[in-house]
């Protein structure tokens, strides 16, 4: 089993990328990455979304019958988001008000969806955990990335360090259709890059 | 005369911008020939590094559109805006709103305005004053809004709207603009601010009349049938005014273009049908 825990991995977080390859979950993605704290937050919450419900779903593979296992993935998707959603409301109510309505609709998610109907439902417990994870953290990558990008030209801002006045940043930045721009953009660079070079052959 | 390659076009649009140009650089000073020289440059530049990297021709560049696009971005842009400003929008326009939608005849929104939109929307705060001889003062256009009867006064405020009707004249006189179009976009805005029940004088001050010639006619992002470009060209003039005047913004003319380009298709297949 172990033997097989890299190639899942790396296929789950680079070349089946949620994000660049497969384009799912833009919308949570376009609404979150206005700031890496939230972007970060809810690939953080995602990652363990898809992590604790694959593992769940891959236990009651033989349970569960295929004519209704969609609303069964989707109620034990809905169970993790609503225990994130409470936990997150008593213990970091700013960062919970901040997400809204994005941390519920982790359950629309349909990166997790995708992972679980493809992936977790015909896998061991242990690799549906590791795909769950993995695929949560290429998101999460993607998407702190989209938000450092997006936070930098709007604010001027990288982290603490304010490299040029938050007056003189590009306000359509941080609007809806900057958001856009800059993901194609990034696709567009990882597009290049993966013809490129040999190193990403296959990958991202 | 008939000049038909779409190179010796593209240059005669720019040329034909000169006046409207030098008006500006009589109004507003030496600062305007700075920016020309910025946004061609910034222009220019960016055209290059998109046909680089799509393996294209680099002698494509000297097809004059950056040019025409730099020369319009130019005069839409306030004189004095920071460089970096009127560089972004130049690169916007040409590297985002031409190049990434397939180049040259491809695009579907106007680069120019495209730019113009992306700067206005993102650095506000240099829209709102014009400045000329280092003395800042509203727009007159702005004043209007507010009911100043000291705008509009002076002629020197029609010198603009002559100067590009000058240059859009003899397009439209070597055939190089289809006259439907600013026709069209003059009735539609005439006809808005009388319903609207406007100062007449408004409707040459911004870049109603440049708009009128220059932007409205190009033949990429209008609509293409006869029929569809009277209805696409008045649909815009309507909406130039009437944004102005319920717009969040004084002149919000490359806004009105940006949603006429959209509508183009619309406007030829409404045509279209309504004949049928």
């Not at chain 1, 019958?65 to 213990?91: C, G």
């Not at chain 2, 990297?53 to 560049?61: D, I, R, T, Y």
């Not at chain 2, 009127?86 to 005849?105: D, M, P, Q, R, V």
């Amino acid at each position: 089993m172990t033997s097989a825990v890299f190639p899942i991995a790396t296929a789950a977080a680079l070349q089946q990328n949620v994000v660049t390859v497969r384009l799912l979950a833009l919308c949570p993605m376009l609404a979150v990455s206005v700031s890496v704290s939230a972007a970060l937050t809810l690939g953080v919450l995602t990652t363990l979304v898809m992590m604790s419900t694959g593992t769940v779903v891959a236990l009651l593979r033989h349970q569960v019958p295929d004519a209704v296992r969609l609303p069964v993935l989707l109620l034990l998707t809905a169970s993790a988001v609503v225990l994130l959603d409470l936990a997150m409301a008593a213990e970091a109510a700013n960062m919970h008000r901040q997400l809204g309505i994005f941390l519920p609709l982790i359950i629309t998610n349909c990166a997790v969806l995708a992972r679980l109907e493809l992936f977790a439902r015909k896998q061991q417990p242990l690799a549906a955990a590791i795909d769950g994870a993995a695929s949560g953290i290429g998101m999460t990558a993607v998407l702190v990335l989209l938000a450092f990008l997006r936070e930098f030209f709007a604010t001027g801002a990288v982290a603490t360090f304010q490299l040029f006045p938050a007056s003189s940043g590009f306000v359509a930045a941080g609007l809806p259709a900057g958001g856009f721009i800059l993901f194609g953009l990034l696709l567009a660079v990882i597009n290049k890059l993966k013809k490129r070079t040999d190193l990403l052959k296959g990958c991202v | 005369m008939k000049i038909a390659n779409s190179t010796a076009i593209m240059w005669s649009v720019a040329a034909a911008t000169l006046p409207a140009l030098a008006a500006a650089t009589y109004l507003y000073g030496w600062g305007v020939c700075q920016q020309l020289f910025i946004t061609v440059s910034a222009a220019t530049l960016c055209e290059l590094i998109c046909l680089r990297w799509q393996g294209k021709p680099l002698a494509a560049a000297a097809d004059g559109s950056a040019v025409v696009a730099a020369c319009i971005l130019t005069i839409a842009l306030p004189p004095y805006v920071p460089w970096g400003v009127a560089a972004a929008a130049a690169i916007f326009a040409i590297g985002l709103a031409k190049h990434c939608y397939g180049g040259l005849g491809n695009n579907p929104f106007n680069p120019a305005m495209a730019g113009y939109a992306l700067a206005f929307i993102s650095f506000p705060e240099y829209f709102n004053a014009w400045t000329a001889d280092a003395t800042s003062h509203p727009t007159p256009l702005a004043l209007a809004r507010l009911g100043d009867p000291l705008a509009a006064t002076t002629w020197l405020l029609a010198l603009p709207a002559l100067a590009a009707a000058a240059g859009g004249g003899v397009l439209l006189l070597l055939r190089l603009a289809d006259w439907r179009l600013p026709l069209a976009f003059c009735l539609g805005a005439v006809a808005t601010s009388m319903a609207l029940a406007l100062d007449w004088q408004t409707l040459i001050q911004g870049g109603l009349v440049f708009a009128a010639f220059f932007v409205i006619t190009d033949p990429v992002t209008a609509a293409t049938s006869r029929g569809g470009r009277w209805c696409y060209a008045a649909l815009v003039g309507a909406l130039a005014i009437w944004l102005r005047q319920h717009g969040s913004h004084s002149d919000s003319i490359a806004f009105a273009i940006l949603i006429g380009n959209v509508l183009a298709p619309l406007c030829d297949l409404a045509v279209k049908q309504w004949r049928r």
